[in-house]
């Protein structure tokens, strides 16, 4: 959500009933983005990223081959071996694009451990644009929000949507899923940004006749956890859309050989932050919409017990949790911090190996046929300075 943390005052609503059941809301800073969304867009055109009308259509989620990505022009190539430690290390951030001191300071410190632990892959685990998500595909916040932060973070970065990407009337409401699509044709153009449909799976290294080390596998989360009710009977929680995401899902986990499987999804299954967990977002537990009631179906039925980790965003803070007989065995991970920093207190107190509600950072993940290890690092945003904070190791894949 906004900074204000404001809250529906019931489930189901549409975003016109939301803010006529609330004047104040609607009199207040809210009413005030929403109207400066309506007024006429004063953003400029970047140059040299134009994704074209056709780039707008949504592809279909489902496999796609890094290597294909990579041997575009101008694109930064996937890795296709190990680094010289033996490892596939991958930069972990989300809730990053602000465009403001703190997503700049994460940056640098991150570029600094990318140089020294020969990372290669990047992950961006939603809210990429703030606060109302990009107005087109060539939307020059694009480059102030993205790329200019990271220049120098020269790889590839697997992209998620998040609720401010796809904000409708409201920032954050996540009330107009569709306008994901101009993040998917903006990919076209840019060498970083990664993202060939709105759900996708990613396996390296993309060796023909061997298995992958490691797959990752991005959701839409959206649909199934936005502040409002879906208008758009597509995007409904039980609409097409959803039903064969949820498909392509569960068909792709079985398919995969990889030995390490990672779930990418902004909204997280599992969180000690103010959000709180799928299924009561934000104290709420009735409605199809609000509470994340389906989106923690899928994590259930779907994906606990099949994949090591969920990595999410949303809650900006740091979270390392334990896996447990509810998950399956299967890990959440929380790393919203690299845009906003958290209220510094847990809320909720789900078994923890470590987290960290007040400062900003991001982690790094790293996987071998022998180990996956998730480092995670704070930093000082005054000094541009990441500090390791913790370290955790498994040998162990879920299966």
């Known amino acids: 959500m906004c900074d204000d943390e404001l809250i529906p005052p019931g489930a189901d609503l549409t975003e016109d009933q ?79 694009g602000t465009g403001e001191e703190a ?54 970065w697997l992209m998620v949507l998040g609720n401010h990407d796809c904000s409708g009337l409201i920032p954050g409401s996540g009330g107009d899923p569709s306008r ?54 597509h995007y409904r929680w039980n609409g097409p859309y959803m039903r064969a995401q949820r498909e392509w899902l569960d068909s792709a986990l079985k398919a995969s050989r990889a030995r390490w499987k990672i779930v990418l999804g902004h909204h997280p ?40 980790l969920i990595l999410s965003g949303h809650d900006h803070t740091l979270q390392i949790l334990e896996p447990t007989a509810r998950t399956g065995g299967t890990r959440q991970i929380v790393c919203g911090a690299a845009g906003k920093a958290g209220d510094g207190k847990a809320h909720f107190n789900h078994p923890s190996t470590w987290q960290n509600f007040s400062e900003h950072g991001f982690m790094v993940l790293k996987v071998s046929e022998r180990a996956m290890t998730v480092e995670a690092y704070t930093v000082d945003v005054a000094r541009r300075r990441a500090r390791l904070a913790h370290r955790m190791r498994t040998a162990t894949p879920v299966e």
């Open 18 to 96: 939301w803010l006529r059941a609330d004047p104040a809301l609607a009199e207040g800073p809210v009413g005030e983005r929403v109207r400066e969304m309506r007024a006429p867009r004063r953003r400029t055109v970047l140059g040299g990223v134009v994704a074209g009308a056709a780039a707008l259509t949504v592809l279909p989620g489902g496999a796609q081959t890094p290597a294909a990505a990579a041997s575009r022009p101008g694109k930064f190539p996937f890795p296709t071996a190990p680094n010289r430690s033996g490892e596939y290390a991958v930069l972990l951030t989300g809730d990053a």
């Open 103 to 156: 997503q700049h300071a994460v940056a640098a410190a991150a570029r600094e451990v990318c140089r020294a632990e020969g990372i290669g892959l990047a992950v961006g685990l939603g809210d990429n644009i703030y606060e109302n998500g990009p107005e087109s595909a060539d939307d020059s916040e694009f480059r102030t929000k993205f790329e200019d932060p990271n220049s120098g973070v020269d790889m590839p």
């Open 180 to 233: 994901g699509d101009r993040e998917v044709a903006y990919a076209q153009g840019s060498p970083r940004w990664y993202m060939p449909s709105r759900y996708y799976n990613v396996a390296l290294p993309a060796t023909a006749g061997s298995d992958p080390v490691v797959e990752f596998f991005a959701l839409d989360t959206n649909p199934v956890s936005s502040y409002v009710a879906q208008l758009d009977p």
């Open 269 to 308: 299954y599992l969180n000690n932050g103010k959000h709180g967990s799928a299924g009561s977002y934000d104290g709420f537990v009735i409605g199809h919409y609000t509470s994340g009631i389906h989106l923690k179906e899928l994590y259930e039925e779907v994906v606990c017990g099949r994949a090591d």
